[in-house]
């Protein structure tokens, strides 16, 4: 019997999947497989927050495959030596499956490709977690893009393919499997994502679900209300995208769909594709700039001089540090593993700029804290917001958290509710609580310093002390 193994990765669905499509069109028995192996992915090893969705996103995997008569095998350890050891067990002689894009899961590939062969067994990567793969959109001299908005102009040059149906599957269920929960997934002592599922619902099913419920109730609204973070304005799907619980194709095409029949607001969705095309774009650049998560693209941004204080990038990470759209933002990040694009900005760009801390901490926290934690994005919009990256805001470019607050945050809502201990000023001070007249901080009941901090730094001083430091990478090598 034509045995194939179908090794899921970062493509947790069964729908718009090339790999598990070819594996039921080339083989009479499929045997899916999920290995956990935090030792290839190193120092990249999902952070807490991604822990817990996986469990999730592969407990409703498991169902769906288990709703078709089979189940997933999950095996624990080095992912070589466990397919070669299934390939044994099951008489499969090929692999197949989604291709991936970090360095370290590239070069597993290869590797795992000569390993294989050398058994006579077969490895098979295909796409599905880009519309476009690396190498298919280059500039007209054949170098990888370096700016967005050309990029994102050749891709829309490109044509989508639809995505594909569930294919038939000829699944068994005697292939033994470690259970899910000896993984260890989920946090424990304390179980701080106890309140999760009330955000979240991992799993295709629940991808699905929040794709159709943002195209009927904010996608109309998404190019004017996507950075309110009050508002339920974005479609919160980034842990589905990342792991690939939805397809990009799947959702370019609900949006085709949608723009074809006129439904929705044309600007409003084309705006929302684009944002699919910084992911892509984020993927692209890791592709060709593999260092991307880990050095600064810009080579003169090595030599910043960054200041690593634990206390301050402790107050950080603990919504401590006095500015409340700061605070608001690190806190909805601590509750839900998840913080609204606008915040992440501010947020990113306090660290690295009135704080003057490396990038790399900021994206190692949000690595750990985030549910949608992603190599590509994260490290590309770090290095995009310290100004050290491709296409990136300009360095002396420095949010000022007050009038961001202000701004994009008029009523205060989002302030209000992660920091309910200065819900009582009026909204006049509540970006700016320092500047609240004694009266007015002793009629809400707020002492300043102990019921919420003083202002970790001073946004004059500190925007001068940034642009002081910029100076000193500017003039040595401009
Ligand atoms: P929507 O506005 O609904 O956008 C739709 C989809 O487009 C998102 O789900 C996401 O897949 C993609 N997308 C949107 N904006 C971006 C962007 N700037 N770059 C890449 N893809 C984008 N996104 C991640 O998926 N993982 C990360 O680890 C990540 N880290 C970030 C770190 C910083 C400092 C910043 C400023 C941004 C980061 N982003 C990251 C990008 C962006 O903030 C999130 O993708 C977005 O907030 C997810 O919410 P949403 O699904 O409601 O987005």
Known sequence: MNTIIVWFRQDLRLSDHPALQAAARDGERCIPVYIHDDGA???????????????????????????????????????????????????????????????????????LHALLADHDLTLRRYPGSLLHEPGSVLTQGGDPFKVF?????????????????????????????????????????????????EY????????????????????????????????????????????????????????????????SDSESISKFQAELGWREFSYHLLHFFPTIPEASFKDNFE????????????????????????????????STGHMHNRVRMVVASFLCKHLLTHWRVGEDWFWDTLVDADLASNGCSWQWVAGSGADAAPYFRIFNP?????????????????????????????????ETPPMILEEAGISLGDDYPHPLVDHKQARQSALDAYETIKLSKP
């Open 41 to 111: 992915a190193g120092t990249w090893a999902p952070g807490g927050a991604s822990r817990w969705w996986l469990h999730h996103s592969l407990e409703k995997l498991d169902q769906q495959l288990r709703e078709l008569g089979g189940h997933m095998v999950f095996r624990n350890g080095a992912t070589a030596d466990l397919l070669r050891e299934l390939c044994e067990e099951t008489g499969a002689t090929a692999i197949y499956c989604s291709r991936r894009y970090e360095p370290w899961a590239a070069q597993q590939e290869q590797d």
């Open 149 to 197: 908005t050309p990029f994102w102009r050749a891709c829309q040059r490109n044509t989508v393919a639809k995505p594909l149906p569930v294919p038939e599957l000829s699944l068994t269920t005697d292939i033994q499997s470690d259970s899910l929960e000896s993984w260890g997934l989920l946090p424990q002592k304390p179980n701080w994502a106890q309140h999760w599922p």
């Open 200 to 263: 979240w619902s991992p799993g295709e099913e629940g991808g699905r679900a929040r794709l159709e419920e943002f195209l009927d109730e904010s996608v109309g609204q998404y190019a004017a209300e996507r950075d309110l973070p009050a508002v339920k304005g974005t479609s919160r799907l980034s842990p589905h995208i990342h792991f690939g619980e939805l397809s990009p194709r799947m959702i370019w095409d609900r949006c085709e769909q949608y723009t074809a029949g006129a439904i």
């Open 303 to 334: 030599e910043f001089p960054w200041i690593h204080d634990e206390g301050r990038i402790h107050a950080w990470q603990r919504g401590q540090t006095g500015y409340p759209i700061v605070d608001a933002g690190m806190r909805e990040l601590w």
């Open 402 to 434: 007050v009038t961001q607050g202000e701004k994009f945050d008029k009523q205060g809502e989002y302030v209000r509710h992660w920091v309910p201990e200065i819900a009582g000023l009026p909204d006049k001070f509540l970006h700016k609580p320092w």
